[in-house]
């Protein structure tokens, strides 16, 4: 706990605090994730990320210029050794309203998934299901889930490695029945602090074994390439995190999301181009009727009354 922190470790964790708090508050205003009169529903997993979305958005609540409600909620798949008494314990001490919900996901998951295939796809989606119907049983406005800007990456290189897909998991996400709406608060804050801050908190993370042996999933290989180029080519991923914000969508080759068939040149159009308009050679008063080679500089250097025919000194 924080009482056998440091000075330093103590100072550490202030600052990580104010960082995380100012990236979720800067998510949350650009993606307008959380309004007036909201109720939040944070889905806890007992990971180091949902145990840093919690504390940070209850943080967040007190300060916020707007109300909203908070509930903790945690899906027990009843997992074998799941240590089901931590959550209750550790949420007991926060004063904020929290649900366990109790569904034997797992016995189903491995009924329907063969020994040593992945079980993260059907997992999800149980998941999923039984967390959107209770969102709605209990009036929550948004669901908020942990996950963080190197998740996001991570799932947009899945996709394109995988599955021939640019898709990424958005900060805000409309549920495909329209029902629930999804926010991500951590979507502008790295693992690797949210990490720091998790152990200088001393959340009591719970493990998820579930799925098995997690380094031999895709994910994981992934993972260790992002980590490697953001140790050997720092600000890389925080570069490509920009780049998908800055989508162009004219500069792609997606016939879905731009219309390349309706694109007609216009014979008018005076000749700017991409170039600025002082790079532009002096077309307009260049013989062109012979083939040959044209010294365009040439023609740039002469004025009216200096005309030359730069292109008469070509010899086939």
């Given at each position: 706990?924080?009482?056998?922190l440091?000075k330093t470790?103590?100072?550490?964790?202030?600052k990580?605090?104010?960082?995380?708090?100012s990236?979720?508050?800067?998510?949350?205003?650009?993606?307008?994730?959380?309004?007036?009169?909201d109720?939040?529903?944070?889905?806890?997993?007992g990971?180091?990320?949902?145990?840093?979305?919690?504390?940070?958005?209850?943080?967040?609540?007190?300060?916020?210029p707007?109300?909203?409600?908070?509930?903790?909620?945690?899906l027990?798949?009843?997992?074998?050794?799941?240590?089901?008494e931590?959550?209750?314990?550790?949420?007991?001490?926060?004063?904020?309203?929290?649900?366990?919900?109790?569904?034997?996901?797992?016995?189903?998951?491995?009924?329907?998934?063969?020994?040593?295939?992945k079980?993260?796809?059907?997992c999800?989606?149980?998941?999923?299901g039984?967390?959107?119907?209770?969102a709605q049983?209990?009036?929550?406005?948004?669901?908020?889930?942990?996950?963080h800007?190197?998740?996001?990456?991570?799932?947009?290189?899945?996709?394109?490695?995988?599955?021939?897909?640019?898709k990424?998991?958005?900060?805000?996400?409309?549920?495909?029945?329209?029902a629930?709406?999804?926010?991500?608060?951590?979507?502008?804050?790295?693992?690797?602090?949210i990490?720091?801050?998790?152990?200088?908190?001393?959340?009591p993370?719970?493990?998820?074994?579930?799925?098995?042996?997690?380094?031999?999933?895709?994910?994981?290989?992934?993972?260790?390439?992002?980590?490697?180029?953001d140790?050997?080519?720092?600000?890389?991923?925080?570069?490509?995190?920009t780049?998908?914000?800055?989508?162009?969508?004219?500069q792609?080759?997606?016939?879905?999301?731009f219309?390349?068939?309706?694109l007609?040149r216009?014979?008018?159009?005076?000749?700017?181009?991409?170039?600025?308009e002082?790079?532009?050679?002096?077309?307009?008063?260049?013989?062109?009727a012979?083939?040959?080679?044209i010294?365009?500089?040439?023609?740039n250097?002469?004025?009216k009354?200096q005309?030359?025919?730069?292109?008469?000194?070509y010899?086939?």
């Open positions: 706990m924080s009482e056998i440091s470790q103590l100072t550490r964790m202030s990580l605090q104010r960082k995380l708090r990236e979720v508050g800067k998510a949350i205003a650009d993606y307008q994730m959380i309004e007036e009169g109720r939040v529903m944070c889905c806890l997993s990971g180091k990320d949902s145990y840093a979305m919690l504390d940070i958005l209850l943080n967040l609540q007190q300060r916020a707007i109300k909203f409600e908070i509930v903790a909620v945690n027990d798949q009843k997992q074998p050794g799941f240590p089901e931590v959550l209750p314990n550790y949420l007991d001490t926060l004063n904020v309203p929290y649900y366990i919900l109790e569904k034997d996901t797992y016995s189903i998951v491995r009924s329907k998934i063969p020994e040593g295939q079980t993260c796809s059907l999800s989606r149980l998941r999923r039984t967390l959107y119907g209770f049983k209990i009036g929550a406005t948004k669901i908020a889930l942990g996950h800007r190197d998740d996001i990456i991570e799932t947009l290189f899945l996709n394109m490695f995988y599955a021939g897909k640019q990424a998991m958005p900060p805000k996400l409309l549920s495909d029945d329209g629930n709406m999804v926010i991500r608060p951590l979507a502008y804050s790295r693992e690797k602090d990490a720091e801050y998790a152990e200088l908190k001393s959340f993370i719970i493990p998820c074994n579930l799925c098995g042996s997690q380094e031999n999933l895709k994910r994981a290989s992934v993972k260790a390439m992002l980590e490697q180029w140790t050997e080519h720092p600000g890389r991923i925080e570069s490509i995190f780049a998908m914000q800055n989508t162009s969508p004219s792609g080759v997606d016939r879905e999301q219309d390349f068939l309706a007609q216009d014979a008018d159009a005076p000749l700017k181009g991409d170039v600025a002082s790079d532009l050679p002096a077309f307009d008063f260049l013989d062109v012979n083939n040959g080679h010294d365009l500089d040439a023609a250097r002469v004025t009354a005309k030359i025919d730069v292109v008469s000194t010899t086939p």
